[in-house]
């Protein structure tokens, strides 16, 4: 009798974290600012043309910095996952292209879109970014200054980052990450947007 009371009581705590949980997320979503983007055309009343590129870099910092875009740009080998940005379980690793480990490349479980019934996510082309576009960890500023160093981002000058951003599926995947996913915050539409306005106001970077 007295452990199946304590399991009960147990099971009963786990609930009320649970709820808490929920609670404390929801709650977080409907922060002001969170989910949404201000769009480019906000920004036109800072007239320095050097403080309006850095003002619309760090509202796409929001998205950049966002966990949907994070967890495949993270600075060690292994992706992470959730919100919360925990590592990747099972452990898999980057492997020499992106796509894994042989013999557990990603798409051994990732399939060419996203699964909701198990809640694995999927893409054609799914995989890891490559260790020098690495965000996580580093501020705004210095995740400004390495997306524009073409040594580090692919070799991309602006026009093929906006490019990217606004037509490769990995990217485009951030806004539509399946059933119980976060999507990054505003549109996709949206963010591409903030990065032609940056790219054509000088694409300064915010100092700090
Ligand atoms: C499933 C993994 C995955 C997700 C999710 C993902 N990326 Fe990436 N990202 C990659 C890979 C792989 C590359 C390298 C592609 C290449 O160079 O052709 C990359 C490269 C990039 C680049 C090129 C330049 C650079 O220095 O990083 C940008 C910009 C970028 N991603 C933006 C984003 C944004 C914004 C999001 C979220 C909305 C996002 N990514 C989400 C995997 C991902
Ligand atoms: C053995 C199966 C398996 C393999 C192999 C695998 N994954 Fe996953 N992955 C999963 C499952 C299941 C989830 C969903 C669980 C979750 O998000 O909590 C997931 C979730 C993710 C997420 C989380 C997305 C988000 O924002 O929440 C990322 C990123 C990811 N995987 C990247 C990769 C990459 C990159 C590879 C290859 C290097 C890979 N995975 C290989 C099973 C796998």
Same mark, same amino acid.
């Given at each position: 009798m007295r452990p199946l009371l304590l399991s009960a009581a147990a099971g009963l705590a786990l609930c009320l974290a649970g709820t808490a949980l929920t609670l404390a997320q929801s709650a977080n979503q409907a922060q002001p600012g969170g989910a949404t983007l201000r769009p480019?055309?906000?920004?036109? &009343?800072?007239?320095?043309q050097r403080d309006r590129s850095v003002a619309l870099f760090n509202e796409m910092g929001k998205v950049l910095t966002h966990p949907r875009c994070m967890n495949c740009h993270p600075v060690s080998d292994r992706p992470r996952q959730g919100d919360i940005r925990k590592p990747h379980e099972p452990l898999v690793v980057r492997g020499k292209d992106g796509h894994g480990a042989p013999g557990l490349h990603c798409t051994t479980c990732h399939g060419?879109? &996203?699964?909701?019934p198990a809640g694995i996510p999927g893409d054609g082309h799914w995989a890891l970014a490559p260790a020098s576009m690495a965000w996580e960890g580093k501020t705004v500023a210095q995740i400004c200054e390495q997306l524009k160093d073409q040594n580090r981002n692919g070799s991309r000058d602006l026009a093929a980052l906006v490019k990217h951003v606004t037509t490769d599926t990995l990217v485009l995947w951030g806004w539509k990450p399946g059933k119980g996913r976060q999507p990054a915050p505003g549109t996709a539409a949206e963010f591409g947007a903030l990065m032609q306005a940056w790219a054509d106001t000088g694409a300064a970077c915010p100092a700090s």
């Open positions: 480019a055309a906000s920004f036109s &009343n800072i007239a320095n060419k879109q &996203n699964y909701d």
